[in-house]
C-alpha cells in the first residue's frame, strides 16, 4: 500500500488536489460484528430474563410469597433491562450511519477536508492526525485516529452542522451516545490506504495548508 500512499503524495504536491475512494476504516467491520454479537447474546439473555419473571410470578402466586416474587422476580428483570439498552444502542448506531456514507470521496485540497458527504472542513477547524483514547460507540474507550478540533471547529461542527451530520464525522460514543460536544473527527478510511498511511497523507498535506501552531 505504501505506492498508493506515494502516489496520492505525489498527486497532492503536483496539483494541490487529491482525490481518494472512501471506504469504511479498519476496525468497523470488527465492531460492527462485535455489536451483532452483543445484540444476539443480550437477545438470548434478556429472553432468558423474561422468562425467569414469569416462572417467579406463577410461583409467587401458587406460594402465596410476595418476598419470593420480590427477590427472584425483580432480579430476573435485569437482564431485560440489560437487552433493551444493548437494542437501544443498536437503533441509535444504525441511524447515526447512514448508508453509503464512508464511501463517498475523501478530497485533500487548500480548502480543508472533505469526507462522508460533508466538507470542505477548513484547516483551521482541525489539528494534524494523533492517536487518542475516546469513547468507543459500542462498548468502552478505544483507541482511534482522530483529528482534533480546535476551538472554531468545536464552533463550526456543533453549531452549524445538523446532528445526523456530526455523527458522519465523529459518531456519539457510550451506551447512549451521549456527548454534548463533538471534540474531533475519525481520521476517515481510504481504499487503498491503511489508517496509519492516512494519518501520514494528512499530516503532510497539514504542513502545506494548515496554520502552524505554537
Do not use: C
Request: hydrophobic fraction near 45%; charge should be positive; charged fraction near 15%.
Amino acid at each position: 500500500m505504501a505506492s498508493n500512499l506515494h502516489h496520492a503524495m505525489h498527486v497532492l504536491h503536483q496539483t494541490g488536489q487529491v482525490y481518494l475512494p472512501g471506504a469504511p476504516v479498519v476496525w468497523t467491520d470488527t465492531a460492527k460484528n462485535f455489536l451483532l454479537a452483543s445484540v444476539i447474546f443480550a437477545s438470548l439473555i434478556g429472553v432468558l430474563g423474561l422468562g425467569g419473571f414469569v416462572f417467579a410470578v406463577i410461583t409467587a402466586v401458587v406460594a402465596g410469597s410476595l418476598a419470593l416474587f420480590l427477590v427472584f422476580g425483580i432480579f430476573s428483570l435485569f437482564p431485560v433491562v440489560f437487552a433493551v439498552l444493548v437494542w437501544l444502542n443498536y437503533l441509535r448506531l444504525q441511524r447515526h450511519h447512514p448508508s453509503g456514507s464512508e464511501f463517498q470521496p475523501v478530497i485533500i485540497d487548500a480548502r480543508g477536508l472533505t469526507m462522508r458527504g460533508v466538507g470542505p472542513i477548513a484547516w483551521d477547524d482541525f489539528l494534524p492526525p494523533r492517536y487518542k483514547i475516546v469513547s468507543g460507540e459500542m462498548r468502552g474507550s478505544q483507541t482511534r485516529a482522530v483529528l482534533p478540533l480546535t476551538a472554531s471547529g468545536v464552533s463550526n461542527l456543533n453549531s452549524r452542522l445538523p446532528s445526523d451530520v456530526r455523527n458522519r464525522l465523529s459518531p456519539p460514543g457510550g451506551l447512549l451516545g451521549r456527548r454534548p460536544n463533538n471534540r474531533y473527527m475519525y481520521v476517515p478510511g481510504v481504499d487503498g490506504l491503511t489508517p496509519r498511511e492516512m494519518m501520514d497523507l494528512l499530516t503532510a498535506a497539514y504542513r502545506v495548508y494548515g496554520k502552524p501552531r505554537a
